[in-house]
């Protein structure tokens, strides 16, 4: 366990090891400053463990802001792709079923290779084995100078450090007081791979339910949901053959697959990101980062740059 003692001027307690804590701790190690990352969980537990993990904007607000953020992590990850095996990051081609090009935000202009195509939009994007990933940040940010300990925080006024960057997710609901962050439950299916090397989306913003798959090296994830205000999370058997259903209507190969196992995670979703510095009492100062909703893998690094930025005394 980490001393409970005041740290030293220039440390930095990140609260919370998914993979938006950790992406901003690496930049926060990297440029200099002494970070520590308290987690409830380890990060193969957290929600970001369980993401499907295509590069895409997500119920995710506000969407010029999102835009921006996503572009600047969609660099990293087209850097991290030459080494899949170490980073997790390969890019995939595909399709976004339904979707229009004219419907997408400014960003989408600047997506290399987005193109519209009969059935929607296509593109070659970063998909992110997120188990994989999380441990290639643990280690980056240990290689830094970094910490991660196991740590519940009940209060972030008493973490000791000068500055804390909240990073919790979920968790800020109660952290922070704040009711108008709100669970959306998403359920995936993973099945044995039949052969598929490309990921395909049909999501309807207004509806409950989606059908998308996504290759990664363990297998094929299905999905999903997007509940709202639902805390469950027990894997639904009816949801999960629904998933399956609604997958195999577009590659019907997929109906006989091989169920290796489900996922449930709760995305933390906020009207918008919550990516502001406040002062606590005593001169200390609290970095907020979360709100992230369906794409925190996608924000991860303009995020962890900004909320840097916040921090008092560093460059990003």
């Known amino acids: 366990m980490d001393s409970v003692n005041r740290g030293t001027d220039d440390e930095v307690i ?11 701790a690496v930049v926060l190690a990297e440029a200099g400053r002494r970070v520590r990352v308290w987690t409830r969980e380890p990060a193969e537990r957290t929600t970001s463990a369980v993401a499907g993990g295509l590069w895409w904007p997500y119920r995710i607000e506000p969407e010029p802001l999102v835009g921006e953020w996503a572009l600047e992590t969609l660099a990293v990850y087209e850097e991290l792709a030459a080494r899949p095996e170490e980073t997790g990051v390969r890019l995939v081609d595909g399709v976004h079923q339904g979707a229009r090009l004219d419907e997408l935000g400014g960003w989408a202009a600047r997506v290399p290779g987005l193109r519209a195509v009969p059935d929607g939009v296509a593109a070659r994007l970063p998909v992110i084995d997120m188990p994989t990933h999380l ?36 968790g800020a609901r109660s952290l922070t007081g704040d009711a108008t962050l709100r669970p959306v439950r998403g359920q995936l299916v993973l099945v044995e791979n039949p052969g598929i090397d490309t990921y395909c989306t049909s999501v309807d913003h207004a509806s409950p339910v989606a059908a998308y798959f996504i290759p990664q090296p363990y297998g094929l994830i299905l999905g999903g ?27 019907p190969e997929i ?62």
């Open 135 to 170: 441990a290639w940040l643990r280690e980056r940010l240990v290689k830094a100078g970094g910490t991660v300990s196991l740590r519940e925080v009940a209060d972030l006024a008493e973490v000791p450090a000068d500055v804390v960057v909240n990073c919790t997710g979920l």
């Open 225 to 251: 949901t997007a509940q709202e205000d639902d805390w469950s999370l027990e894997p639904d058997p009816a949801t999960a053959e629904e998933i399956i259903a609604r997958c195999a209507r577009v590659r």
């Open 255 to 316: 109906a006989g697959a091989r169920v290796l196992g489900h996922r449930v995670g709760l995305r933390p979703y906020r009207d918008v990101v919550r990516l502001e510095r406040q002062p606590l009492p005593g001169g200390r100062t609290v970095v907020h980062s979360y709100g992230h909703g369906g794409a925190g893998v996608t924000v991860a690094w303009g995020c962890a740059r900004e909320a840097a930025g916040l921090v008092p005394g560093t460059s990003a």
């Open 14 to 24: 990140v609260v919370g090891g998914g993979v938006v804590g950790l992406t901003t």
